[in-house]
């Protein structure tokens, strides 16, 4: 499974962005898919995940804010960022994979990761 993400930029704080990732190759595999973020000299951290059949699930920090959802279809997912603050500048990365807990997944497919930068 290879994923392509796209999306990111630069946008003043109460801005929106929205993320785009699509998969490609051995889709049929994978039942969720979702996205982390790694601000600098900090751990990657998950940020929302949504699954085939549409159940979601948001870290606290962006609940209320960002929405992930996913096109099937299209095997591709998006993460819409709605009233950015400046500490929500990361690298956000998406993985796919498989869900093994109620709030566990097994992600063994990253995309590469894309900047988004919130400042005045």
């Known amino acids: 499974v290879q994923l392509q993400a796209s999306g990111g930029g630069l946008v003043q704080p109460g801005g929106s962005l929205r993320l785009s990732c699509a998969a490609s190759?051995?889709?049929?595999?994978?039942?969720?898919m979702g996205w982390y973020r790694q601000a600098p000299g900090k751990q990657r951290n998950f940020i929302a995940a949504v699954t085939r059949d549409d159940g979601t699930r948001y870290a606290d920090s962006v609940k209320g804010r960002f929405t992930v959802s996913r096109d099937n279809a299209k095997n591709t997912v998006y993460l819409q960022m709605n009233s950015l603050k400046p500490e929500d500048t990361a690298v956000y990365s998406c993985a796919a994979g498989t869900q093994v807990g109620a709030n566990t997944y097994n992600m063994p497919y990253w995309g590469k990761g894309t900047q988004v930068t919130v400042s005045s």
């Open positions: 190759g051995s889709v049929a595999s994978i039942n969720v």
